[in-house]
């Protein structure tokens, strides 16, 4: 079993940052690739990125390409998403994933129901 938890959410001005953590514990996770997926309001769960295990292979969902870098620390059993250049439409709770069977890397945006365990989630809201 492995436990997530998110943090760093908030509320932010539209064109500002913010980074997300993603905590890792009960077993060791740098084995293993990690994903970031968001549901806002009245909308279904949707990729936002993934990182393989080593870190050296990443994907993004193209309404994030650019603005958005997921990075990993395997020493700290953590995950990141380092969000800039934020619109209102980022605006969701926002997830972190672990696929316990997948490794890495990555060509194409990965399923939800590919990743095993998850986070509780951390609120993140962008104001006009």
């Known amino acids: 079993q492995v436990q997530l938890v998110e943090s760093g959410g908030g509320l932010v001005q539209a064109g500002g940052s913010l980074r997300l953590s993603c905590a890792a514990s009960?077993?060791?996770?740098?084995?293993?690739?990690m994903g970031w997926f968001r549901q806002a309001p009245g909308k279904e769960r949707e990729f936002v990125a993934a990182?393989?295990?080593?870190?050296?292979?990443?994907y993004y969902a193209d309404s994030v390409k650019g603005r958005f870098t997921i990075s990993r620390d395997n020493a700290k059993n953590t995950v990141y998403l380092q969000m800039s250049s934020v619109k209102p439409e980022d605006t969701a709770v926002y997830y972190c994933?672990?696929?316990?069977?997948?490794?890495?890397?990555?060509?194409?945006?990965?399923?939800?129901?590919?990743?095993?365990?998850w986070g509780q989630g951390t609120q993140v809201t962008v104001s006009s």
């Open positions: 994933a672990v696929d316990q069977h997948y490794r890495g890397p990555y060509y194409a945006s990965p399923k939800s129901n590919t990743f095993d365990f």
């Open positions: 009960g077993r060791t996770v740098s084995s293993l690739a």
């Open positions: 990182i393989s295990w080593r870190g050296d292979s990443t």
